[in-house]
């Protein structure tokens, strides 16, 4: 049987992060040992071919087909799983659990949806499931919100998550790229999947941010599916431009609010002033903005993804594994883990910029004010579009832009309905929300 501080590692998955967890194993384990004080030893890695080329050399005997020889494995006290299928990794990390092993993930689906029942578990058996790795790469955001952060009462959670719809976002910013052609440069470089839907509709942010929120405001698990999601597929070269030339720039943000009507949280294209901190993180980096009291304003920012970034923050838990197994003490965390109260879309109150295609005359300003004001829609400017005026037969076009302050999500889609009626409106284009 193990020995009490020995800590004999299972690894579930050796795809791409798996690799690169393996590969810093295998060119730093003196040095891991070293930083455990303790000897880490990989005993059993999980694979679905024994015979397959891989980039990373194993030593023989190590490789199994068989999960059980893992996480059913008496002499394996550790299992780091990287499976990377929802259900499988649902179940190989319920499974190690109640066979008293810590645990370590990267998968934010899994942890996202299922974060109660497995952390119950991790306690119901003395041990600790760990997932650093499962936001924002090698960012290492949670340990902070777990244990340095907890003085602090947090407010507000805003996000670049994903690095793939950041770097074709960068690239249509700055090379007036359409989206289907940056989109295919992100494929052709790795960045993004053949089926890109996870990514560029938004899923993926809405998981991590999920995390976060749940996390940072301690009033409960926020449920993924409660999360309002909106996608980057269709945004324009156009949208660049005009939102160039009012001074601001486009990225897919997560953003979460604690408000006494509860938690505000949304996934979608946003529009950020040039100033914000989070305007300038650009290409396949991700960043976070939190804002408390007292600590004020703080931005961490950094590779959001890639084997070897999510490598570094799956052994950063490992070493806290190790030393809660020479130490038998594990840390204390007042997380919440019954569902958080997340406020319905349609009631959640943002700022929107919303474009128009309007036929050119007297009273459009003044009617669209007041569809906007019967609907309880408060109007900070109504912007004619630098450049967009021109002339279709013998009709004056031209686009307009409507900026609206904090008003009910509701509210402004009822309003825009109203005004795709009237009989100048010839578009409702393009809808983002606006943070300050």
């Known amino acids: 049987m193990i020995e009490k501080n020995e800590v004999n590692i299972g690894i579930l998955g050796a795809g791409g992060v798996g690799t690169s967890v393996l590969e810093h194993y295998y060119s730093s384990a003196d040095e891991l040992s070293k930083s455990a004080g303790t000897p880490l030893k990989i005993s059993q890695v999980l694979v679905r071919d024994l015979h397959k080329s891989r980039s990373v050399v194993i030593p023989k005997g190590i490789l199994t087909t ?6 059913k494995n008496p002499d394996i006290n550790l299992v780091i799983s990287l499976l990377g299928d929802e259900e499988a ?25 299922y974060g109660p029942e497995l952390l119950e578990a991790a306690k119901q058996n003395g041990v600790v499931l760990l997932y650093e790795a499962a936001v924002g790469g090698g960012i290492q955001i949670v340990d902070n919100l777990l244990h340095r952060y907890t003085p602090n009462q947090f407010r507000s959670v805003q996000g670049i998550l994903n690095g793939t719809t950041n770097s074709i976002l960068t690239r249509m910013a700055l090379e007036g790229m359409d989206y289907k ?17 996870n990514d560029v509709e938004g899923h993926d942010v809405a998981y991590k941010l999920a995390i976060l929120a749940s996390l940072a405001f301690k009033k409960g698990w926020v449920n993924p599916n409660d999360i309002h999601r ?80 999510t490598a570094a923050s799956v052994w950063s838990d490992v070493l806290k594994a190790a030393e809660y197994i020479k130490t038998g003490t594990f840390p204390k965390t007042n997380i919440k883990l019954a569902q958080a109260e997340v406020l319905p879309f349609s009631k959640s109150e943002n700022s929107n910029y919303v474009g128009m295609t309007i036929t050119d005359g007297y009273g459009r300003v003044q009617k669209i004010g007041e569809i906007c004001r019967n609907n309880s829609v408060s109007i900070n400017q109504i912007l004619q579009i630098k450049g967009r005026k021109w002339m279709e037969g013998r009709i004056n076009m031209a686009e307009m832009a409507i900026d609206m302050d904090p008003s009910a999500e509701g509210n402004i889609t009822r309003a825009l309905v109203e005004l795709s009626a009237t009989d100048f409106c010839q578009k409702i284009g393009s809808r983002f929300r606006m943070l300050g």
């Not at 068989?66 to 996480?71: A, C, E």
């Not at 990794?89 to 949806?113: F, M, W, Y």
């Not at 946003?270 to 600590?295: C, E, R, S, V, Y």
Request: zero cysteines.
């Open 89 to 113: 990794e649902r179940l190989a990390i319920t499974e190690a659990l109640h066979e008293e092993k810590q645990v370590v993930t990267a998968n934010k689906v899994v942890i996202a949806k």
């Open 230 to 309: 909106e996608g980057i597929s269709k945004i324009t070269s156009q949208d660049f431009k005009n939102a160039d030339d009012m001074g601001y720039v486009i990225k897919l943000i997560g953003t979460a609010n604690d408000t006494e009507k509860g938690i505000n949280a949304w996934v979608a294209p946003t529009l950020l002033p040039k100033h914000h901190l989070l305007a300038n993180i650009n290409g396949a980096l991700n960043g976070i903005l939190l804002q408390g009291d007292p600590i004020g304003d703080v931005q961490i920012a950094g590779e959001g993804a890639g084997g070897k970034p």
């Open 66 to 71: 068989d999960r059980n020889k893992i996480t």
């Open 181 to 197: 052609t940056a989109l295919k440069i992100a494929q052709d470089q790795g960045l993004a999947e053949p089926d890109p839907t």
